[in-house]
Nanobody, 122 residues
Framework: QLVESGGGAVQAGGSLKLSCEVEGGSFYTYTMGWFRRTPGKEREFVAS????????KYADSVKGRFTISRDNNKNTADLTMTDLKVEDSATYYCEGGAGPEARVTEGDYIYWGQGTQVTVSS
């Protein structure tokens, strides 16, 4: 089970940190990813981390602003978001799949959480 937290409302230019806690399973074997969806659109890839930070991938739209990380001792995967823009507003989903590399395709993931809302105002 994946449980996201940390969403909320923030003004443009602000920061938020999303956290995903994985309950059960062998977390260290999972590649973790963050996806987001806005109403009327399909989920889009945001960031992914493989078994270690050796493997990292980011969507072009968030490069330099978002950082994905993981703590295998706490079974958590975080997404630190800075310099937020209005277009970053979405429901963010944490997803887990088979490792070891980072993955950008949602079909490669087999576990996901309920999502957490991020709203960025101008």
């Amino acid at each position: 089970q994946l449980v996201e937290s940390g969403g909320g409302a923030v003004q443009a230019g602000g920061s938020l940190k999303l956290s995903c806690e994985v309950e059960g399973g062998s977390f260290y074997t999972y590649t973790m990813g963050w996806f987001r969806r806005t109403p009327g659109k399909e989920r889009e890839f945001v960031a992914s981390i493989g078994w270690t930070s050796r493997w990292l991938k980011y969507a072009d739209s968030v490069k330099g602003r978002f950082t994905i990380s993981r703590d295998n001792n706490k079974n958590t995967a975080d997404l630190t978001m800075t310099d937020l823009k209005v277009e970053d507003s979405a429901t963010y989903y944490c997803e887990g799949g088979a490792g070891p590399e980072a993955r950008v395709t949602e079909g490669d993931y087999i576990y996901w959480g309920q999502g957490t809302q991020v709203t960025v105002s101008s």
